[in-house]
């Protein structure tokens, strides 16, 4: 029958009379009719070519007579079969003229919008589709441009049926379903350019839709409620953003419309977080949901089992495959998953009376399997654990995932890239023979990376990681010529215009680390190696201040620095501490050594840093620019109220905003001439300024190396090696500390600590200082001794240096307590900031105004008894009612804020608390609740000196002890030039103790009558713990907690 039909229909189009006259006959149509619906149903070739050979006939025959309705119609129609058969075929000439008949109708519907919409809809459709399989750009920017154009239609017409407006509905319904196309347009094409600017606007589009869709379009608010998440995910990639991750937990755990698609997004939502914090039981918990996740697609994996790779032997890989398999199979077992889902809201998910959703998109389907593959590996990587067959189910799913995607996809080079990542992690923990893991490693990432084309952001981790792969290759090979193209591959990332921050990051610091280390294939002389690893260092730690953006909040920053090397500045100062060894010119080993300074400053108490430049001194930009300086107040005013805040994800895009506006004021400064290096990194030259009278001591830890470095008044600067000391041995201690500081009983291992920070650092520093001639051949016996600031690195912050010494210290057995005042500092930088506040005093001692806080306690903390007796000794010292004093139920948080505006001294009595989750939490405990070091770090103060004696007021963070976030840190940002402080809890007996010493000191009578100056306060602090070592006999426990920082 069909060939009766296209016999009339050919003699339709090729008659020479109907050439004269042109015209359909009702015969014709129905014809072609059956052509268009019947025919496809085949899906044999010949019929379907037939078909299409007739519809194009059909064509022609149409733009012959003139026939502009049937026109459209089999345009359209022959874009539905070349459509069709290319889903069958897979030929790229049949999707291509597909989209070229679209293209046509959407020329020919002018005058119908709806016919016009659904064309540039399907041609939409179809660009974009075109662009996932053959990642050419042109496609995906022709799919955005024809939506724009499409979603402009409804704005032009409204059709009216029986005197009816029925436009206004289904515009509404129209604009949500737009939104969310288009919102995935954005994303794709992010993915593929890194343009942020498509993922900001993507996720505002999918967060107003999800607002305004209804409850009963499910399938649009699952749709978009997906892209939502892909595009928060991608964000928290670029940014760090931790408010990120929140939103999609709540859109996750809140979804009334609970599927397996939620438990897969929780899965990818763990890995996530895992790759930044590194949690062992987020990657647990990863494996436990993307194994969950894969269930609803077990026909898949029973039907669809990977064939052996060329290269592999097939027996052994057919060994592997069948166990995994059999492992496999172990997820359809209903026990198995409810084991994972007990007592939580996704067992009913996988209950038998569940409804699970199939997996008809490609796309779902293999990232589920490829999120699995990566779950497993990154668990096996780190777990203590292993069972090395859990490999085989990583590899395997992978291979599957790699498999099912479309061969020129993105995603097939992405699941190639973590494929390779699998057979490398491998090869590191299982050291199969012949190296044949490595080799597939780096020959599976060689041929992602060819495809991931610039500037494609994800490029970037790929190049890092096939890094890796190469130097794991020259390592188990010897080939040099792989250690050489790895290097160059890393300094490539590091210097990328393209790609996301924080991946350029990583690369960068694993080619300053690579090149710093000991190596079989050093190609260079040390020095030339040592300078191209200083080069990289300095990229990283560059990069680290744009990772660490102040845009960001106060949990996103620390985040962010939890994800890289702990004691990176460190060793980028070794590296040029090395450098400076190595040179025989005097003035440039001082260039090295001033640049190992600069660098541990920059890659130090960031936090601290950015916000100070929030509070930098515009007068002399008011005398030229007075309209650009005010309005850069302006931000800096405001941005300075949340530079130490959390908030939700509104209050986060605020503050986004103003950081955008800060940097575009800050770039036009610039741009002015005499301000070229306006709010810059400070050079060694100004920072050395802030050793001032006193001497500044740098205690430089690292894993290659440890060393001081002595910054006199005048003069060069000193280096200090340390062969004694080692970063191993600094971090026992300081976890000894902590295990003992509970105990009541030390048995003396506060003394051992003592005694090996006396022999590994002071003991060399003093020999030093006395060369130099700052500290006297013998501990002075009365008078003030010399001033010794220290700026401890890393870990050994934690430890009491001032209280160094031999054991059971004296006189007799003097320690550091005998030969210098010792204070601390976080970093020069903001020595030299609290140097520039005293200093516009123009050499004037203000007048004390005192205020003391007292709030005894009571609760689970206890009470302190002491508390009172401490203001009552500070009064004493003072005329009667010089002093402000709030006590008890009187010091709530708002009136002791309020407080602290109007005076410059004062002094805390109460509980303090030490957040080591998150330190900018650390709080001082009032009588309604906690003044913590964020609210105190956002007030501009001019305060002069604080006495804090609170428990731990100086301990920092234990993962981020270079950031020196603590109590007495905020008060010296906020104003407070001079702090006494605590680094751990203290008996409550001594706070009087010390109190009484240091005001009868600070407030003594002076010859010239000058007031109390707060300059004072370290050589106070220093008679008052004298005082309790040799006369109360204090052990080193006791009263080594007490310590000053600042001026």
């Given at each position: 029958m069909h060939d009766d039909h296209f016999h009339i229909l050919d003699n339709t189009s090729t008659n020479p009379e109907n050439d004269a006259v042109p015209e359909l006959t009702v015969d014709a149509l129905e014809v072609i009719e059956l052509a268009v619906i019947v025919i496809p149903l085949h899906k044999e070739p010949l019929i379907v070519e037939s078909a299409i050979d007739s519809l194009q006939k059909s064509v022609t025959l149409m733009r012959r007579c003139s026939q502009q309705k049937p026109l459209i119609f089999f345009i359209t129609q022959l874009a539905r079969l070349f459509f069709s058969r290319f889903q069958d075929v897979q030929e790229i000439r049949d999707l291509n003229q597909s989209?070229?008949?679209?293209?046509?109708g959407t020329n020919l519907f002018a005058a119908d919008n709806v016919a016009l919409a659904s064309c540039y809809g399907h041609l939409v459709h179809e660009l974009s589709l075109k662009f996932e399989l053959f990642q050419n750009r042109s496609d995906l920017e022709d799919a955005i441009l024809s939506h724009e154009t499409m979603g402009k239609l409804p704005q032009r017409s409204t059709k009216h049926v029986d005197g009816a407006m029925i436009a206004s509905s289904r515009r509404i319904a129209a604009s949500d379903d737009w939104r969310t196309t288009h919102t995935n347009l954005l994303f794709l094409r992010f993915m593929d350019t890194g343009q942020l600017q498509d993922l900001q606007s993507a996720?505002?589009?999918?967060?107003?839709?999800?607002?305004?869709?209804?409850?009963?379009?499910?399938?649009?608010?699952?749709?978009?409620?997906?892209?939502?998440?892909?595009?928060?995910m991608q964000r928290f990639r670029v940014h760090g953003r931790v408010e990120d991750l929140r939103r999609i937990e709540e859109l996750v755990l809140h979804d009334?419309?609970?599927?397996?698609?939620?438990?897969?997004?929780?899965?990818?939502?763990?890995?996530t977080a895992f790759d930044w914090f590194r949690h062992q039981e987020f990657i647990d918990e990863a494996v436990k949901y993307s194994h969950l996740s894969v269930i609803a697609m077990s026909s898949t994996l029973k039907t669809r089992i990977p064939t052996p790779q060329d290269g592999i032997p097939e027996a052994e890989e057919l060994e592997e495959l069948t166990f995994a398999q059999a492992a496999l199979q172990q997820l359809y077992n209903a026990e198995f998953a409810a084991r994972y889902t007990q007592q939580s809201w996704w067992q009913e998910v996988l209950s038998p009376g569940s409804r699970m959703r199939p997996v008809n998109s490609w796309v779902e389907e293999t990232s589920r399997l490829h999120d699995l593959g990566c779950a497993i590996t990154k668990q096996f990587a780190v777990s203590p654990l292993r069972d090395n067959r859990q490999m085989s189910i990583a590899l395997t799913v992978l291979r599957l995932a790699e498999q099912l995607a479309p061969r020129n996809s993105s995603q097939r080079w992405e699941y190639l890239f973590s494929l390779g990542t699998s057979h490398r992690v491998r090869h590191e923990i299982v050291q199969q023979p012949g190296w044949k893991d490595i080799k597939r490693a780096v020959e599976l990432q060689s041929k992602a990376v060819e495809k991931l084309l610039v500037p494609n952001p994800r490029r970037i981790p790929a190049l890092s990681s096939l890094a890796c792969s190469l130097l794991q290759l020259a390592q188990a090979s010897g080939d040099e010529t792989q250690y050489y193209r790895a290097v160059e591959l890393l300094e490539h990332v590091a210097d990328a215009f393209y790609g996301f921050i924080h991946d350029r990051l990583e690369g960068a610091i694993l080619w300053a680390s690579l090149l710093h280390s000991d190596t079989p294939f050093s190609f260079e002389d040390e020095q030339t190696q040592l300078q191209r690893a200083?080069?990289?260092?300095?990229?990283?730690?560059?990069?680290?201040?744009?990772?660490?953006?102040?845009?960001?909040?106060t949990s996103s920053r620390l985040a962010r620095l939890h994800s890289v090397p702990k004691t990176f500045a460190s060793d980028a100062a070794a590296c040029a501490i090395r450098l400076a060894e190595l040179q025989s010119d005097p003035q440039r080993r001082q260039q090295y050594l001033g640049t190992a300074v600069e660098l541990l400053d920059q890659g130090r108490a960031i936090l601290w840093s950015q916000a100070s430049q929030l509070h930098a001194d515009l007068r002399l930009l008011s005398t030229r620019q007075p309209e650009l300086a005010a309005e850069l107040n302006g931000v800096a005013a405001e941005l300075a109220r949340t530079a130490f805040k959390d908030g939700n994800a509104d209050s986060g895009n605020a503050t986004a905003d103003l950081a955008y506006k800060w940097d575009e004021l800050v770039d036009r400064v610039r741009q002015l001439d005499g301000f070229h290096d306006f709010l810059r990194s400070t050079p060694f030259a100004a920072l050395r300024q802030a050793a001032g009278p006193t001497t500044i001591i740098i205690v430089n830890v690292s894993e290659h190396r440890c060393d001081t470095i002595i910054i006199p008044s005048q003069g060069a600067v000193h280096l200090v090696p340390l062969p004694k000391l080692s970063?191993?041995?600094?971090?026992?201690?300081?976890?000894?500390?902590?295990?003992?500081?509970?105990?009541?009983?030390?048995?003396?291992?506060?003394?051992?600590?003592?005694?090996?920070?006396?022999?590994?650092?002071?003991?060399?520093v003093?020999?030093?200082?006395r060369e130099m001639g700052i500290v006297d051949q013998s501990p002075r016996s009365s008078g003030a001794a010399p001033h010794i600031r220290w700026c401890l690195t890393g870990r050994l912050a934690f430890l009491p240096i001032h209280a160094a010494g031999p054991r059971y210290q004296s006189r007799r057995k003097p320690g550091m307590l005998d030969w210098v005042t010792s204070s601390y500092i976080s970093t020069l930088f903001m020595l030299l900031r609290a140097q520039q506040r005293r200093e516009a005093l123009q050499g004037q001692v203000p007048v004390p105004r005192v205020l003391a806080v007292c709030h005894s306690g009571g609760d689970e903390r206890g009470r302190l008894p002491k508390a009172k007796e401490e203001v009552e000794i500070l009064c004493s010292c003072l005329k009667p009612g010089a002093a402000s004093v709030i006590m008890d139920n009187e010091a709530r948080v708002d009136a002791v804020s309020d407080a602290l505006k109007k005076?410059?001294?004062?002094?805390?009595?109460?509980?303090?608390?030490?957040?080591?989750t998150n330190p900018m939490d650390s709080a001082l405990v009032l009588d309604d609740g906690r003044l913590p070091v964020s609210k105190l770090a956002e007030q501009n103060l001019k305060g002069e000196f604080a006495m804090l004696l609170a428990c731990e007021t100086a301990m920092g963070m234990p993962g981020?002890?270079?950031?020196?976030?603590?109590?007495?840190?905020?008060?010296?940002?906020?104003?407070?030039?001079?702090?006494?402080?605590?680094?751990?809890?203290?008996?409550?007996?001594?706070?009087?103790?010390v109190a009484g010493k240091v005001y009868k000191y600070l407030f003594r009578k002076k010859e010239d009558g000058s007031p109390a100056d707060a300059l004072e306060a370290a050589q106070a602090l220093r008679k008052a713990l004298l005082f309790l070592r040799d006369k109360q006999k204090l052990s080193v426990r006791d009263w080594a907690p007490f310590m000053h920082f600042g001026l």
């Amino acid at each position: 029958m069909h060939d009766d039909h296209f016999h009339i229909l050919d003699n339709t189009s090729t008659n020479p009379e109907n050439d004269a006259v042109p015209e359909l006959t009702v015969d014709a149509l129905e014809v072609i009719e059956l052509a268009v619906i019947v025919i496809p149903l085949h899906k044999e070739p010949l019929i379907v070519e037939s078909a299409i050979d007739s519809l194009q006939k059909s064509v022609t025959l149409m733009r012959r007579c003139s026939q502009q309705k049937p026109l459209i119609f089999f345009i359209t129609q022959l874009a539905r079969l070349f459509f069709s058969r290319f889903q069958d075929v897979q030929e790229i000439r049949d999707l291509n003229q597909s989209i070229i008949h679209l293209r046509e109708g959407t020329n020919l519907f002018a005058a119908d919008n709806v016919a016009l919409a659904s064309c540039y809809g399907h041609l939409v459709h179809e660009l974009s589709l075109k662009f996932e399989l053959f990642q050419n750009r042109s496609d995906l920017e022709d799919a955005i441009l024809s939506h724009e154009t499409m979603g402009k239609l409804p704005q032009r017409s409204t059709k009216h049926v029986d005197g009816a407006m029925i436009a206004s509905s289904r515009r509404i319904a129209a604009s949500d379903d737009w939104r969310t196309t288009h919102t995935n347009l954005l994303f794709l094409r992010f993915m593929d350019t890194g343009q942020l600017q498509d993922l900001q606007s993507a996720i505002e589009m999918a967060e107003d839709v999800l607002q305004g869709c209804p409850d009963g379009k499910p399938p649009l608010r699952e749709e978009v409620s997906t892209c939502l998440v892909n595009c928060l995910m991608q964000r928290f990639r670029v940014h760090g953003r931790v408010e990120d991750l929140r939103r999609i937990e709540e859109l996750v755990l809140h979804d009334s419309a609970r599927s397996i698609d939620n438990v897969h997004i929780l899965g990818k939502l763990l890995i996530t977080a895992f790759d930044w914090f590194r949690h062992q039981e987020f990657i647990d918990e990863a494996v436990k949901y993307s194994h969950l996740s894969v269930i609803a697609m077990s026909s898949t994996l029973k039907t669809r089992i990977p064939t052996p790779q060329d290269g592999i032997p097939e027996a052994e890989e057919l060994e592997e495959l069948t166990f995994a398999q059999a492992a496999l199979q172990q997820l359809y077992n209903a026990e198995f998953a409810a084991r994972y889902t007990q007592q939580s809201w996704w067992q009913e998910v996988l209950s038998p009376g569940s409804r699970m959703r199939p997996v008809n998109s490609w796309v779902e389907e293999t990232s589920r399997l490829h999120d699995l593959g990566c779950a497993i590996t990154k668990q096996f990587a780190v777990s203590p654990l292993r069972d090395n067959r859990q490999m085989s189910i990583a590899l395997t799913v992978l291979r599957l995932a790699e498999q099912l995607a479309p061969r020129n996809s993105s995603q097939r080079w992405e699941y190639l890239f973590s494929l390779g990542t699998s057979h490398r992690v491998r090869h590191e923990i299982v050291q199969q023979p012949g190296w044949k893991d490595i080799k597939r490693a780096v020959e599976l990432q060689s041929k992602a990376v060819e495809k991931l084309l610039v500037p494609n952001p994800r490029r970037i981790p790929a190049l890092s990681s096939l890094a890796c792969s190469l130097l794991q290759l020259a390592q188990a090979s010897g080939d040099e010529t792989q250690y050489y193209r790895a290097v160059e591959l890393l300094e490539h990332v590091a210097d990328a215009f393209y790609g996301f921050i924080h991946d350029r990051l990583e690369g960068a610091i694993l080619w300053a680390s690579l090149l710093h280390s000991d190596t079989p294939f050093s190609f260079e002389d040390e020095q030339t190696q040592l300078q191209r690893a200083l080069e990289g260092y300095k990229k990283a730690i560059s990069l680290l201040a744009r990772a660490v953006w102040i845009g960001l909040s106060t949990s996103s920053r620390l985040a962010r620095l939890h994800s890289v090397p702990k004691t990176f500045a460190s060793d980028a100062a070794a590296c040029a501490i090395r450098l400076a060894e190595l040179q025989s010119d005097p003035q440039r080993r001082q260039q090295y050594l001033g640049t190992a300074v600069e660098l541990l400053d920059q890659g130090r108490a960031i936090l601290w840093s950015q916000a100070s430049q929030l509070h930098a001194d515009l007068r002399l930009l008011s005398t030229r620019q007075p309209e650009l300086a005010a309005e850069l107040n302006g931000v800096a005013a405001e941005l300075a109220r949340t530079a130490f805040k959390d908030g939700n994800a509104d209050s986060g895009n605020a503050t986004a905003d103003l950081a955008y506006k800060w940097d575009e004021l800050v770039d036009r400064v610039r741009q002015l001439d005499g301000f070229h290096d306006f709010l810059r990194s400070t050079p060694f030259a100004a920072l050395r300024q802030a050793a001032g009278p006193t001497t500044i001591i740098i205690v430089n830890v690292s894993e290659h190396r440890c060393d001081t470095i002595i910054i006199p008044s005048q003069g060069a600067v000193h280096l200090v090696p340390l062969p004694k000391l080692s970063k191993s041995q600094v971090d026992d201690n300081v976890q000894d500390i902590h295990s003992l500081l509970p105990s009541k009983d030390d048995r003396g291992e506060f003394e051992t600590i003592a005694h090996d920070l006396w022999g590994d650092i002071c003991q060399p520093v003093l020999a030093e200082l006395r060369e130099m001639g700052i500290v006297d051949q013998s501990p002075r016996s009365s008078g003030a001794a010399p001033h010794i600031r220290w700026c401890l690195t890393g870990r050994l912050a934690f430890l009491p240096i001032h209280a160094a010494g031999p054991r059971y210290q004296s006189r007799r057995k003097p320690g550091m307590l005998d030969w210098v005042t010792s204070s601390y500092i976080s970093t020069l930088f903001m020595l030299l900031r609290a140097q520039q506040r005293r200093e516009a005093l123009q050499g004037q001692v203000p007048v004390p105004r005192v205020l003391a806080v007292c709030h005894s306690g009571g609760d689970e903390r206890g009470r302190l008894p002491k508390a009172k007796e401490e203001v009552e000794i500070l009064c004493s010292c003072l005329k009667p009612g010089a002093a402000s004093v709030i006590m008890d139920n009187e010091a709530r948080v708002d009136a002791v804020s309020d407080a602290l505006k109007k005076s410059n001294w004062v002094h805390f009595a109460c509980h303090g608390t030490q957040n080591k989750t998150n330190p900018m939490d650390s709080a001082l405990v009032l009588d309604d609740g906690r003044l913590p070091v964020s609210k105190l770090a956002e007030q501009n103060l001019k305060g002069e000196f604080a006495m804090l004696l609170a428990c731990e007021t100086a301990m920092g963070m234990p993962g981020l002890s270079d950031e020196a976030i603590h109590v007495a840190a905020g008060l010296h940002f906020a104003g407070f030039n001079s702090v006494v402080a605590t680094m751990w809890s203290i008996c409550d007996e001594h706070g009087p103790i010390v109190a009484g010493k240091v005001y009868k000191y600070l407030f003594r009578k002076k010859e010239d009558g000058s007031p109390a100056d707060a300059l004072e306060a370290a050589q106070a602090l220093r008679k008052a713990l004298l005082f309790l070592r040799d006369k109360q006999k204090l052990s080193v426990r006791d009263w080594a907690p007490f310590m000053h920082f600042g001026l």
